[in-house]
T-cell receptor, first 118, second 117 residues
Framework: SAVISQKPSRDICQRGTSLTIQCQVD?????MFWYRQQPGQSLTLIAT?????????ESGFVIDKFPISRPNLTFSTLTVSNMSPEDSSIYLC???????????????FGPGTRLTVL | AQKITQTQPGMFVQEKEAVTLDCTYD???????LFWYKQPSSGEMIFLIY??????QNATEGRYSLNFQKARKSANLVISASQLGDSAMYFC??????????????FGGGTRLMVKP
């Protein structure tokens, strides 16, 4: 199966600053997704990122707060802007439609970025 | 209404015994997919098993099997011969829609499984 990596793995940031999280896949994928997991909670989809088009955001998430880039089929970034303590979460990217993998409709997740905002 | 319900916030199981984690779902779509993920304390989400709504056989992957009861809209995960390393959060998720691929996953609240030595 494909290898998905995220950078940074964790960070501690000051309120009002921004952090960009990178997601790298070692094979080309069509769909990439960004999820947020607040402490003790389940996962919530932030947005879907397709190469060559604007990201599609879920209700409650806006581009100004969570700008996303998808410059090619193996890479995406999520920025958490003007952070507040409420943004402290694990942020996970996931990918789908892995070429050559038997479970072509399964979503696989990166290792996550654990963000703490002070 | 909740689309995915996991009624067991926490469970204990004795090492080497089997355990069933419950998951019920709500959808009006005929075509959907059901997933189970494991999340250890490190935070990564590990894919365990997938069941398509049209799959006639229950999915199995090693020690994991999915007890799929379509009429009851349940997709329980069965872990056989529990190991200490199975201690983690377990999430049930569903993807709806005619074209399963490319649609978002909706997650349940999770079940924390603790394996006792």
């Amino acid at each position: 199966s494909a290898v998905i990596s995220q950078k940074p793995s964790r960070d501690i940031c000051q309120r009002g600053t921004s952090l960009t999280i990178q997601c790298q896949v070692d094979s080309q994928v069509t769909m990439m997704f960004w999820y947020r997991q607040q402490p003790g909670q389940s996962l919530t989809l932030i947005a879907t990122a397709n190469q060559g088009s604007e990201a599609t955001y879920e209700s409650g998430f806006v581009i100004d707060k969570f700008p996303i880039s998808r410059p090619n089929l193996t890479f995406s970034t999520l920025t958490v802007s003007n952070m507040s303590p409420e943004d402290s979460s694990i942020y996970l990217c996931s990918v789908e439609d892995l070429q050559g993998h038997p479970y072509t409709d399964t979503q696989y997740f990166g290792p996550g970025t654990r963000l703490t905002v002070l | 209404a909740q689309k995915i319900t996991q009624t067991q916030p926490g469970m204990f199981v004795q090492e080497k015994e089997a355990v069933t984690l419950d998951c019920t779902y709500d959808t009006s779509d005929q075509s959907y997919g059901l997933f189970w993920y494991k999340q250890p304390s490190s935070g990564e989400m590990i894919f365990l098993i997938y069941q398509g709504s049209y799959d006639e056989q229950n999915a199995t992957e090693g020690r994991y099997s999915l007890n799929f009861q379509k009429a009851r809209k349940s997709a329980n995960l069965v872990i056989s011969a529990s190991q200490l390393g199975d201690s983690a959060m377990y999430f049930c998720a569903m993807r709806e829609g005619r074209n399963n691929a490319g649609n978002m996953l909706t997650f349940g609240g999770g079940t924390r499984l603790m394996v006792k030595p």
